[in-house]
């Protein structure tokens, strides 16, 4: 099932998109009435969404999708995506150019860092640059999860109940702030640097973990192309690992990271300029396309 936030009357509205593509549907009318995307992602039950998705599936119609909106799946993430550095092995070693040595090689353990979000890009909205002080503006197209319950000590074997649903997101990142400071929170959490999207799809809808193809276009010219069972450090791990000692809060979005391909990664680099359109692209979820400016 696809579930959307999105606009509509000036009203900020879950819902989920009709079976054919046409309609969205708020969630309110299919027995599941909450007020975002992060508290029915955290709250909603196993019957409730077995329940939402038999209702969709018999509909005939709802608000047509040219009337509406839509915005990132949760728009403003009540605390700091968690993300996963250097996740794929031709990112790591296209990274050791730029980033150092210590970036190839064997990944044993993963690089975690937080990306503070005030208000997540959707599909469609640009993307600032910040021009004034950017100067190697990057893309990194992943494929971000929610955590569905409050998950603590997890099990790897375990780590599929706690996966409400999977995403996109545009890791954006201005490498010149990420190496001056030596470290990644400021570089990749300036204001838009989250574009997030279209929509967010259920976990019943694929394997776990899935294995699913990834991609990312700049300008129309393919630069990352790879698939998620490639993961050096897969959701299991991540889940595990994190929630050893540490809480992780159901509603959480933590992002699995990018494969190689990125802008750094060219010699010469091919960073982001104004006017350049980026097309993230996930199986089984859709396109998340933002221009540059």
């Not at 915005?71 to 150092?100: K, Q």
């Not at 999977?166 to 702030?177: G, H, L, Q, W």
């Amino acid at each position: 099932m696809k579930l959307i936030t999105f606009l509509y009357n000036n009203s900020e509205i879950v819902g989920a998109v009709s079976p054919n593509g046409q309609f969205a549907v708020p969630c309110s009318e299919l027995g599941a009435d909450y007020p975002d995307m992060e508290t029915l992602a955290s709250h909603i039950s196993d019957t409730e969404l077995s329940d939402m998705k038999a209702k969709l599936a018999s509909i005939q119609g709802g608000i047509s999708m040219s009337e509406i909106k839509i915005l990132a799946p949760i728009p403003r993430p009540s605390r700091d995506i968690i993300c996963l550095g250097v996740n794929f092995r031709d990112h790591a070693e296209e990274s050791v150019g730029v980033m150092g040595a210590e970036y190839g090689g064997e990944r044993k353990f993963p690089i975690y860092f937080a990306k503070h979000v005030n208000e997540a890009v959707p599909c469609g909205d640009y993307i600032n640059g910040h021009f004034d002080i950017v100067t190697e503006l990057d893309y990194e197209a992943e494929m971000a999860f929610v955590v569905r319950k409050d998950a603590l000590n997890v099990k790897a074997e375990n780590a599929g109940e706690y996966v409400f649903g999977y995403t996109i997101m545009n890791d954006v990142s201005a490498r010149c702030i990420q190496m001056r400071h030596k470290q990644w929170f400021r570089g990749k959490s300036f204001d838009g640097f989250a574009p997030m999207g279209p929509c967010l799809v259920t976990a019943d809808e694929f394997d776990f973990p899935p294995k699913l193809d990834i991609s990312c276009k700049v300008n129309g010219e393919l630069r990352q192309k790879s698939n998620t069972a490639l993961y050096i450090h897969n959701i299991p791990y991540a889940l595990e690992e994190l929630s050893s000692g540490m809480m992780i809060k159901a509603g959480t979005i933590i992002s699995m990271g990018t494969p190689g391909g990125v802008g750094m990664g060219f010699k010469p680099p091919k960073y982001l300029k104004s006017g350049d359109i980026i097309e993230c692209e996930v199986e089984g979820i859709g396109r998340l396309v933002n221009e540059v400016r």
